[in-house]
Structures are given as C-alpha cells and as structure tokens.
C-alpha cells in the first residue's frame, strides 16, 4: 500500500469564529480495492479532530472536476 502526501494547511477561518476551523490534506493512495487506478484522497476535519473528518477517495476524472470546481469559484470572486 502506497500513501504520498501532496499538502495540508488550515482553513482561513478566524479563531472563535461561530463555525469550527477545519484542517484539509491531499494525498496520492493506492489503497482502493477493486480499484483500477491510484486515487486521489482528500481529507477534511473539524480543528482538533483528528481521525474524526470526512475521507474522500477520487478518481482522476472527478479529482479533475473538483479542481475545476474550484477553480471556477476563484474566478466567480476574481481571484482567477
């Protein structure tokens, strides 16, 4: 089994903010049985929590649309 890490950061939300502050990482898996291909693995949890967030395992194509997701939301803001 394979696991490379690509990044990982905190949000930008403010200490003390009414929502919880979340941490994020990104990394490249191997670990999908059935699986045809290497996954890319997101990873969201509350600050503090760890091992208690949301794991996703993506596939290249829908990898490809959450950062064009992403990518579109920059722009609707005009950070493009």
């Known amino acids: 089994r394979m696991?490379?890490?690509i990044d990982f950061a905190l949000d930008d939300h403010p200490?003390?903010?009414?929502?919880p502050?979340?941490?994020?990482a990104v990394s490249i898996?191997?670990?999908c049985e059935g699986c045809d291909d290497l996954r890319v693995e997101v990873n969201v949890e509350e600050r503090g929590c760890n091992g208690e967030g949301?794991?996703?395992h993506l596939a290249p194509a829908t990898?490809?649309?959450l950062a064009a997701a992403l990518s579109a939301a920059l722009k609707e803001i005009g950070e493009a």
């Not at 200490?15 to 929502?19: I, R, V």
């Not at 502050?21 to 994020?24: I, L, N, Q, S």
Request: charged share 40%.
């Open 15 to 19: 200490d003390g903010a009414e929502l």
């Open 3 to 5: 696991k490379k890490s």
């Open 21 to 24: 502050g979340t941490a994020w």
């Open 29 to 31: 898996v191997d670990d």
């Open 63 to 65: 990898a490809r649309r």
């Open 54 to 56: 949301l794991t996703l």
